[in-house]
């Protein structure tokens, strides 16, 4: 093979047309007559409601129809969205009716739907619906939840756990009884959101007589939403066309579930006859679009006199908000990775998911991950600070050799699948940390800071996360009559760079020019059967599709060109847009000259089927991991209580790397993300269920300036589970970041931090009742 | 794909004015005074209005006022600085009339938002605005500044203190409105300092002070004027002090005083009162040590 794609940096193919300003997102797509959406949502927490007014919306001029659940009676729509995510733990499933029926349990949840002329009509009507509300008891404190003195967050509850879940190895207990030490730690995490540039957004137009529904969504699974929303709209799926064009990010905000609206739209523009558009807005956003997660533990942790873990039992609650169309997906998520990058042979997890009236949470980048690389690695700073040992001393102790690999950590990931990590280097990945923060000099260099007056602190963290899973990812990939590649993708680009991706991949596998590969995405009129793009799933289990069926295609093609030219297949490479003969390149057959001999199939050659096209749906036999460590440097101002983060290193291995560019730009942009869930971005509600930052000035996204510079070193396991060697990177630089800037901190003010994310507020605080 | 006319902003419904002289500006508010918002450099009235926080029934955009001055001029014998209702904060920012006689307004002005809102955001449309956690009422206040309000009656000059009523608000009547800014001119010998706190980079003030101090024979008087902590922008003094007062605890003491006296920090999500009083505090010492030790501004 002469080319190769996959290793280089090659510039992304997305790019010229982004910043130009030429991306299609999905309310950059005009069609005539549009209609326009706008939502009443629950100024409540949770309350009953007693009326609903509409007949003043109904007054304006340019107003078409206010939709509540009534007018949904006898549809699809009058039942409760389903559980995307089952599971039989679940004993409480609550999920929203699109409309509020006669219960609202968040603030935000869609009561009515206005449709108009245009937005500002439909905006002006919704403001004059008029809802009364008969108040209910409001859950919002995980804890008052989970222990039912607070709510019920559902009246037809008595409490609000509605799932626990328990898996266990070894005997925890009888490791727990009897051994030299065992410390007890508590632990928390506060809510956050994904916060994706573009919000969700829809575009939904009925043909009439062709019986098609076409729908653009801002969406990260639309061969999910178009499975999903068949059974609403009475329609076969091959009959609804999802669309999901460029798409400003996602995040998890925008994977499957069907949010109300999804329902609606596409629902409302085929019984209005009209196309109908919905863009959400970003206060919207706010208390409309899923949130993630707050979790509160407990850790019982058993070691012998050198620190070696015997035993972990961890017990957590989970705050789901109102609903749980994910299921229990997020907390079994955490589950899966309580052991680490540790061998860790006694362990046990119990949790409660419990409902609040707060807006529901699903998976954000890393899902439940960054909760579980905050307990295992506080609680290693925490257990070599109790034996008096090295903190890092105490991790090369007990990490999992790469000669353990695979192995099995005996819990089980969401779906089936066990959690066994399929390969990694914890130990060098290690070192090679420490080496690059400095982690021998830092003794020094803190004492002479302290006598300078600055408080600076180290912060150490190991991770693994998950780098593929399934169920399968499809691709199809075909040569055209011209030449050029096709490639059919069914997983949905937020951002990602997956038309390079995808184009690297297959433009080696077929010896093409890249810019002869077209690559397309999320658009379920070209494939039906796939999932998405989420839990750093597309390149290794997408890439691994596109290489399977790139390299079917590629076979079809030497034997057909074997026959052609008289030689063995064996014999035969694809390479400069022609098969030729390996050693003799002009024995050649150009690729545009096998397009026909294929559409005659077995009959022409004894191909396996017709066309020089094939199609894949790669699964992963087993679980992918990627794996990582970071370090940081912080300095704490003493009298502000503000975060300098002097410098930060992260050891990176996601497997075989495709394009060393774009797995810097997930890394850094996932290392943001994680600077943003370790000081600046959390939900605040207050007591009755309000949420006080509803907009960008109360909700800190970190700006470019609160990101600081980072050293990446990127390691190479390759995997054995994915064709091609490759880990997911998506989520991985996030993960860990809260944890290191945790251990950090704690190395500065010499007090403990067991709750993330921290902000000046509260390490003044903290700092108070620590007397410093 | 050209962008489509039903972009995601929406404000309620309002009539639109453009009036080219400041006396068209006196008559519109003269007939819709309460139902009117004037609309300079936008940044802080249209996301209210697309947030319909607010739905005046008319917005008077200042923006065609012919022949005002787009930068800040000296005016009179005095040599006071004037700010005309169009001078945006990026003028202010870049102006040499203002680094020499105002120069701690420059420096609170490279504290104020990022360069876009700069760009559009003007000085009087800030100073009107009255957010309690801008710096630059508290700048107006703490250099002693007027500003001029006029209306179909007429017009008069305020003290910039006496136009804050609250957070938001102003003391003037809703046919009024601001002509004009004043500052007068520095001391070559004030010497001045700006410390605030912010969560992020150019965010609005958690907390923030600006300080001057002036000698006056062999003792240092300091004037204080915080943001982002009360309700309305104020000027406090303290008592003098020699430098080495300064440098040492003394300054500390007159500080807690002062806060604890005479501040009433609030509560919200980024800080309690608690630990706004101890940002007061912090930042108040650091701003008057700061500038007690700064060269002289002009020299
Ligand atoms: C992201 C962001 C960050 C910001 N950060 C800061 C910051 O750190 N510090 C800071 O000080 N500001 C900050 N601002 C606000 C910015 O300075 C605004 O520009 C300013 O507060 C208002 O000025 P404007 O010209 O935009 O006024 P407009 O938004 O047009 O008007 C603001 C208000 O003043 C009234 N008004 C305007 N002109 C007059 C007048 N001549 N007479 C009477 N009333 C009048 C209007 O009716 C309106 O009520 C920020 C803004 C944004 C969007």
Aim: glycine fraction near 10%; include cysteine; proline fraction near 6%.
């Amino acid at each position: 093979m002469t080319t190769s794609f996959v290793g280089s940096s090659i510039q992304r193919r997305e790019d010229d047309r982004l910043l130009r300003g030429e991306g299609t997102f999905v309310d950059d797509i005009a069609m005539d007559n549009t209609l326009h959406a706008a939502f009443v949502r629950s100024e409540a927490a949770h309350a009953l409601i007693t009326g609903i007014d509409v007949t003043r919306a109904l007054e304006i001029d340019g107003v078409v129809a206010v939709l509540t659940y009534d007018d949904l009676a006898g549809t699809p729509l009058a039942a409760p969205l389903r559980v995307s995510q089952p599971h039989p733990a679940i004993r409480h499933a609550r999920t929203p009716y699109p409309l509020a029926r006669d219960e609202v349990h968040h603030v935000g949840q869609p009561i009515a739907m206005v449709v108009a002329r245009d937005r500002y009509i439909a905006e002006d009507a919704a403001a004059v619906v008029h809802v009364d509300y008969q108040h209910l008891p409001v859950a919002v404190d995980l804890v008052g939840a989970a222990r039912g003195e607070d709510g019920p967050a559902h009246s037809d509850m008595d409490g609000n756990v509605y799932a626990s879940l328990s898996e266990h190895v070894g005997d925890v207990d009888a490791v727990l009884a009897k051994a030299e030490h065992v410390f007890e730690y508590d632990l928390r995490y506060e809510r956050a959101a994904g916060t994706p540039l573009e919000g969700r957004g829809l575009l939904a137009t009925f043909d009439e007589l062709g019986g098609r529904m076409r729908l653009w969504d801002s969406t990260q699974a639309p061969m999910m939403v178009c499975h999903g929303l068949a059974p609403l709209l009475g329609l076969e799926p091959e009959q609804i066309e999802v669309i999901s064009p460029d798409v400003g990010g996602g995040f998890g905000t925008k994977a499957f579930q069907l949010y109300p609206e999804e329902a609606l739209v596409p629902w409302a523009a085929r019984w209005l006859g009209a196309p109908l558009k919905w863009i959400e807005d970003r206060k919207e956003a706010f208390v409309g679009s899923n949130q993630l997660r707050s979790q509160v533990t407990h850790v019982k942790v058993a070691v012998d006199g050198e620190g070696h873990l015997l035993a972990l039992d961890v017990r957590y609650l989970h705050d789901n908000g109102a609903f749980c169309q994910f299921g229990i997906l997020v907390p079994s998520v955490t589950a899966s990775e309580l052991s680490g990058q540790y061998r860790i042979p006694n362990l046990r997890f119990s949790f409660d998911a419990v409902y609040t009236n707060t807006t529901q949470c699903s998976p954000y980048r890393g899902s439940g991950q960054p909760y579980a690389t905050f307990v295992v690695e506080r609680m290693m700073d925490w257990v070599a600070r109790d034996l008096g040992i090295d903190r890092a001393e105490i991790r090369r102790r007990n990490f999992i050799p790469p000669q353990g690999m695979p192995y099995d950590t005996g819990l089980s990931f969401p779906h089936g699948n066990r959690s066994v990590y399929d390969s990694g280097q914890y130990p060098a990945q290690f070192e090679t940390l420490l080496e690059a923060i400095g982690y021998d000099g830092f003794a020094a260099e803190k004492a002479a800071a302290a006598a300078e007056g600055r408080r600076i602190g180290l912060g150490l963290t190991c991770y693994v996360d998950v780098g593929g899973t399934g169920p399968y990812e499809s691709t199809k990939v075909t040569v055209l009559p011209d030449g050029s590649v096709s490639v059919v993708a069914a997983t949905s680009d937020t951002g990602q760079g997956h038309e390079t991706m995808y184009s690297q991949l297959v433009a080696d596998q077929l010896g093409v020019p890249m810019e002869r590969v077209r690559v397309t995405t999320g658009d379920s009129r070209r494939t039906q059967y796939g999932f998405g793009t989420w839990g750093s799933r597309t390149a290794a289990v997408g890439g691994s599709s596109a290489v399977q069926a790139a390299a079917t295609v590629a076979t079809k093609a030497k034997a057909i060109a074997a026959r052609l030219l008289e030689v063995d297949a064996g014999d035969l490479e694809l390479a400069d847009g022609a098969v030729r003969v390996k050693g003799a390149a002009h024995v050649a057959v150009p690729l545009t000259e096998l397009v026909i001999p294929a559409r005659f199939g077995r009959t022409s050659g004894g191909e396996s089927s017709p066309g020089l096209t094939a199609a894949s749906y790669w699964s992963p036999s087993a679980m992918i991991f990627s794996s990582g460590a970071h370090g940081v440097v912080v300095e704490i101002d003493p009298e502000t209580y503000d975060l300098n983060i002097l410098r930060y290193v992260i050891a990176h291995d996601c497997g075989k790397v495709i394009n060393p560019m774009l797995v810097r730009g997930q890394v850094l942009g996932g290392f943001a993300h994680g600077i943003a869930d370790a000081f600046y971005e959390r939900r605040h509600y207050d007591n009755a269920g309000q949420l006080l930052n509803q907009n960008l000035m109360g909700y800190l996204v970190p700006f470019a300036s609160e990101i600081p510079q980072v050293e990446v070193r990127h390691m190479e396991s390759s995997s054995p589970v994915s064709i091609h060697g490759v880990k997911g990177a998506g989520e991985a630089g996030s993960v860990p970041v809260p944890t290191a800037i945790a251990s950090a901190i704690e190395d500065a003010l010499g007090f403990p931090i067991d709750a993330m994310p921290q902000s000046p507020l509260t390490l003044f605080e903290l700092a108070q009742r620590h007397g410093r | 794909m050209p962008a489509p006319k039903d972009a995601i902003v929406k404000p309620p419904p309002f009539t639109y004015h453009r009036p080219a002289t400041r006396f068209e500006v006196d008559e519109l508010l003269g007939e819709y005074g309460a139902d009117a918002k004037l609309l300079a450099g936008g940044q802080s009235l249209v996301p209210m209005l697309n947030m319909r926080q607010m739905s005046p029934a008319h917005v008077i955009d200042l923006g065609g006022l012919v022949g005002e001055p787009s930068v800040p001029v000296w005016r009179g014998a005095e040599s006071t600085l004037w700010f005309g209702p169009l001078v945006r904060h990026v003028a202010v920012e870049k102006s040499r009339a203002v680094l020499e006689g105002a120069p701690l307004l420059s420096k609170a002005m490279d504290m104020v938002a990022h360069p876009p809102v700069r760009s559009r955001g003007t000085f009087v449309g800030a100073i009107a605005h009255a957010d309690p956690a801008s710096e630059l009422p508290a700048v107006l206040v703490l250099l002693g500044g007027q500003v001029r309000v006029r209306s179909h009656n007429g017009i008069r000059t305020l003290a910039g203190q006496e136009l804050y009523a609250g957070p938001f608000e102003l003391t003037i009547a809703a046919d009024e409105w601001i002509d004009e800014v004043r500052l007068p001119p520095g001391r070559r010998s004030d010497r001045f300092a700006i410390e605030e706190f912010t969560r992020r980079d150019a965010d609005f003030a958690v907390c923030g002070v600006a300080a001057t101090v002036r000698e006056v024979g062999d003792v240092l008087v300091t004037a204080l004027a915080f943001f982002g902590v009360g309700a309305t922008p104020r000027r406090f003094e303290l008592s003098a002090m020699s430098s080495d007062d300064i440098t040492g605890g003394q300054l500390d003491l007159a500080v807690r005083e002062l806060v604890a006296a005479r501040l009433e920090p609030h509560d919200d999500i980024h800080a309690t009162a608690a630990f706004r009083r101890h940002l007061a505090e912090r930042l108040a010492v650091r701003a008057v040590r700061r500038a007690a030790t700064s060269e002289r501004s002009t020299e």
